[in-house]
């Protein structure tokens, strides 16, 4: 089965910036991030369809992270990662990888995610 590793997250203050990592064991036609805080369901932050083809490279964002956050792919490494730039307190949440083999025509839900990473944590501080 597909398998994600994410890394990168960790403890930052307010306006600073992270990038998470993501690494595929095999490839998939669309990757995407999600956070999920205590209690609440796993929300969209970002997708990307994987590869160079008519669908290959094109993201999509949630409306709260849209200029700040970019996702971007290195296919050749089965890598996705995430940019954050210009992190909120409010961005402190627990963030995992996901993967689907059909390319994404949006963020979609979380329950269209077949492959799951473990997660990790980003904490913003004010």
């Known amino acids: 089965a597909l398998q994600l590793t994410e890394s990168g997250g960790e403890s930052v203050q307010a306006g600073e910036s992270l990038r998470l990592s993501c690494a595929a064991s095999?490839?998939?036609?669309?990757m995407a991030w999600f956070r999920q805080g205590p209690g609440k369901e796993r929300e969209g932050v970002a997708s990307?369809?994987?590869?160079?083809?008519?669908?290959?490279?094109?993201?999509y964002y949630d409306d709260s992270v849209k200029g700040r956050f970019t996702i971007s792919q290195d296919s050749s490494k089965r890598m996705v990662y995430l940019q954050m730039n210009g992190l909120k307190p409010e961005d402190t949440y627990m963030y995992y990888c996901?993967?689907?083999?059909?390319?994404?025509?949006?963020?979609?839900?979380?329950?269209?995610?077949?492959?799951w990473g473990q997660g990790t944590q980003v904490t913003v501080s004010s």
């Open positions: 996901a993967a689907r083999r059909s390319y994404c025509s949006g963020l979609h839900d979380a329950d269209s995610y077949p492959f």
């Open positions: 095999e490839y998939s036609y669309c």
């Open positions: 990307i369809n994987i590869g160079r083809g008519n669908r290959g490279g094109i993201t």
